[in-house]
């Protein structure tokens, strides 16, 4: 079973920007896609963004596109969401799964555990 560690969280101000790390304890598979997801309090944990671990495709919802990216580093099994233009409206919990494939991580139940999440809060 793989682990996944999230870090890079913390408050910024409205139009700061972070750099989410989410570091996978063992082998990700080239077909699988890797993603970014985010839970407030009584609201659904939702997709972020995703990746396709073997060639970098990648997927974003669409109140994020244009200000994250979510990128990979192939040999440090570790995936990152850089963040910009952060709005209020981003603060949240931020976590990291895997699914099947880059459909599957944003449409299917995730292949992993969750892990502790890092927080994201953003002031106005």
């Known amino acids: 079973q793989v682990q996944l560690v999230e870090s890079g969280g913390g408050l910024v101000q409205a139009g700061e920007s972070l750099r989410l790390s989410c570091a996978a304890s063992?082998?990700?598979?080239?077909?699988?896609?890797m993603g970014w997801f985010r839970q407030t309090p009584n609201k659904e944990r939702e997709f972020v963004a995703g990746?396709?671990?073997?060639?970098?495709?990648?997927d974003y919802e669409d109140s994020v596109k244009g200000r994250f990216r979510i990128s990979r580093d192939y040999p440090a099994n570790t995936v990152y969401l850089q963040m910009n233009s952060l709005k209020p409206d981003d603060t949240a919990v931020y976590y990291c799964n895997a699914g099947s494939s880059l459909y599957d991580v944003r449409w299917s139940t995730p292949l992993f555990s969750w892990g502790q999440g890092t927080q994201v809060t953003v002031s106005s």
């Open positions: 063992g082998r990700i598979v080239g077909s699988y896609g």
């Open positions: 990746i396709r671990w073997h060639d970098g495709t990648t």
